[in-house]
């Protein structure tokens, strides 16, 4: 235990920057899953395919290729992502390393996303749809007052499951050297040797602590959206 | 929920507006093939002899597959553990008895909330590191199995919960025992529905097998680095290994949809939904991003 507890600090820190990726990735493979959906259920047959095709080929790739693609094989093509580093938020500014790890995971999180929200809207019952047109509303009205706000319910918990399993899935960017939650870990077992089941469940009920947070918020969301 | 009943039929303006988003989704995506192409002639990637030619090879192409033979047998042995442990955990959480009902559930909570990258870090430096009794291959396995197995077990608490109730009650009128109505009512039953998240379930282990690179176990991305170490093609690698891991994946989704088809029948399969902690209906075989 006080292998951890000796430098609390670095433990938090590591953590800190596991949610960070976590947040980025989120967010972005929010945006991306849910454009991603619109394509797949929107008119145009090629944007479907395309849509598609994305799908397919990103679920059924090892997160981990798709890391060796951002952090080995971009590069070599000259795709590095260093103008980020120009970028300042507040104190914060982002290096490129950092955002080549986001995007590997957000462009691997989306297909899971669209595929989330795809099943959302599949869940409206047609008659919701088919009732929404016959009283005369428009393709907008009927999408914005009928068949999203159930789809919305509707994708909660499988949109839970997906940004549960991408918190999980920043530790694979320890692989590539990223100073977060597992790297800690792998190091602080190097350092360690006598105490390693402690520093394994240190890291382990950390992790166990983030995704029950993340799963009792979606809890409390989807009661706050229910109807009765 | 057809997309045809949210909009009237297109109009002539409309087929022409989508005419020409069609065109302008085709024009990106060749844009982006064509960007992709140029980048890789640019930095000189697509010279054949230096980095292509390896992968036709026969010494290397021998390599390349025992590296996927590697990966198939863990994710094989992982899965046929993982359906052991989870059969045992799933029926240990619908028990009657607290004392095998509440360790079951601690077990199988921990395990799907661990990273599978961490259990193999774990396992690796602490009994194969140096000259630990365990070789990388069976860290992968192990750590692959207790993931799998904690997954499996929601799906196998699922599908039995599935079997409807009057099944059971029958059996018992029948003068059954416990054991006798799980082993030869409720579990032939719930197999059945199962079958297509089971094997949903091997891509999903056959993706982790690839973070075994981090503890240096066997497998395509170990032949990864290998081939790259030497002829520094990481482009090339990446996409050769990429595709092989996805015709692979690709054989077992279209296996659970024949399975489906063949065994299932109309019955909406069971899939383990981990964000609820119930069931709902499997469709296409999706798992939730486990990575």
């Keep these: 235990m006080e292998a951890v507890f000796s430098d609390f600090d670095e433990y938090l820190k590591a953590f800190g920057l596991t949610l960070l990726l976590f947040v980025v990735s989120g967010a972005a493979s929010l945006v991306l899953g849910l454009f991603l959906a619109a394509l797949r259920v929107g008119p145009v047959s090629i944007m479907r395919r395309a849509a598609a095709l994305y799908v397919i080929m990103f679920r059924n790739t090892p997160l981990l290729m798709i890391f060796v693609f951002m952090m080995f094989a971009m590069p070599r093509l000259g795709v590095t992502f260093l103008f980020v580093e120009e970028v300042r938020i507040g104190d914060w500014n982002p290096s490129a390393f950092f955002t080549r790890a986001s995007l590997a995971l957000t462009l691997y999180t989306s297909a899971f996303v669209c595929e989330a929200f795809r099943s959302g809207i599949n869940a409206v019952p047609l008659g919701q749809a088919e009732a929404a047109r016959s009283i005369?509303?428009?393709?907008?009205?009927?999408?914005?007052?009928?068949?999203?706000?159930?789809?919305?319910?509707?994708?909660?918990?499988?949109?839970?499951?997906?940004?549960?399993?991408?918190?999980?899935?920043?530790?694979?960017?320890?692989?590539?050297?990223?100073?977060?939650?597992?790297?800690?870990?792998?190091?602080?077992?190097?350092?360690?040797?006598?105490?390693?089941?402690?520093?394994?469940?240190?890291?382990?009920?950390?992790?166990?602590?983030?995704?029950?947070?993340?799963?009792?918020?979606?809890?409390?969301?989807?009661?706050?959206?229910?109807?009765a | 929920m057809a997309g045809s009943v949210l909009f009237d039929a297109p109009g002539p303006k409309t087929v022409a507006r989508h005419r020409l988003?069609?065109?302008?989704?085709?024009?990106?995506?060749?844009?982006?093939?064509?960007?992709?192409?140029?980048?890789?002639?640019?930095?000189?990637?697509?010279?054949?002899?230096?980095?292509?030619?390896?992968?036709?090879?026969?010494?290397?192409?021998?390599?390349?597959?025992?590296?996927?033979?590697?990966?198939?047998?863990?994710?094989?042995?992982?899965?046929?553990?993982?359906?052991?442990?989870?059969?045992?955990?799933?029926?240990?959480?619908?028990?009657?008895?607290?004392?095998?009902?509440?360790?079951?559930?601690?077990?199988?909570?921990?395990?799907?909330?661990v990273p599978v990258i961490i259990l193999m870090i774990f396992l690796a430096s602490a009994f194969s590191y140096g000259d630990g009794p365990l070789s990388r291959f069976w860290c992968v396995v192990i750590a692959l199995l207790l993931y799998n197995g904690a997954v499996l077990a929601?799906?196998?608490?699922?599908?039995?919960n599935a079997v409807p109730r009057g099944q059971v009650e029958a059996a018992y009128a029948l003068g059954m025992r416990k054991s006798q109505v799980m082993a030869q009512?409720?579990?032939?039953?719930?197999?059945?529905?199962?079958?297509?998240?089971?094997?949903?379930?091997?891509?999903?282990?056959?993706?982790?097998?690839?973070?075994?690179?981090?503890?240096?176990?066997?497998?395509?991305?170990?032949?990864?680095?290998?081939?790259?170490?030497?002829?520094?093609?990481?482009?090339?690698?990446?996409?050769?290994?990429?595709?092989?891991?996805?015709?692979?994946?690709?054989?077992?989704?279209?296996?659970?949809?024949?399975?489906?088809?063949?065994?299932?029948?109309?019955?909406?399969?069971?899939?383990?939904?981990?964000?609820?902690?119930?069931?709902?209906?499997?469709?296409?075989?999706?798992?939730?991003?486990?990575?």
């Design chain 1, 136 to 227: 005369g509303l428009t393709f907008g009205q009927s999408m914005r007052l009928v068949v999203l706000p159930q789809a919305g319910r509707a994708v909660i918990p499988p949109l839970t499951s997906v940004q549960v399993a991408l918190l999980k899935n920043t530790s694979v960017a320890a692989a590539f050297g990223m100073a977060e939650a597992a790297y800690y870990m792998r190091t602080s077992l190097n350092n360690h040797a006598d105490q390693r089941p402690e520093i394994f469940l240190m890291i382990a009920i950390g992790y166990v602590v983030l995704v029950e947070l993340v799963t009792l918020s979606s809890y409390a969301l989807e009661r706050r959206w229910k109807v």
């Design chain 2, 21 to 113: 988003y069609a065109l302008l989704t085709y024009l990106g995506l060749a844009g982006l093939v064509a960007l992709f192409v140029w980048r890789m002639h640019d930095r000189g990637q697509l010279d054949y002899e230096r980095y292509w030619e390896v992968f036709v090879t026969p010494a290397y192409v021998e390599v390349l597959l025992t590296g996927l033979l590697d990966t198939l047998q863990m994710a094989a042995a992982a899965i046929v553990l993982a359906v052991a442990f989870g059969l045992a955990f799933g029926v240990g959480k619908l028990s009657e008895h607290r004392w095998l009902r509440w360790p079951s559930w601690l077990v199988v909570e921990f395990f799907r909330a």
């Design chain 2, 154 to 160: 929601e799906v196998f608490r699922a599908g039995i």
């Design chain 2, 185 to 291: 009512i409720q579990l032939p039953q719930a197999v059945k529905t199962m079958l297509p998240a089971l094997i949903s379930q091997c891509v999903v282990a056959l993706k982790d097998t690839s973070l075994g690179t981090i503890i240096v176990a066997p497998g395509l991305t170990y032949v990864f680095d290998k081939i790259t170490g030497e002829f520094r093609n990481h482009v090339a690698a990446a996409l050769v290994i990429t595709a092989m891991y996805v015709t692979v994946n690709l054989l077992l989704t279209a296996l659970a949809t024949w399975v489906q088809r063949r065994y299932v029948g109309e019955k909406r399969p069971v899939a383990f939904d981990p964000g609820q902690g119930g069931v709902v209906p499997l469709t296409t075989g999706e798992d939730a991003g486990r990575s």
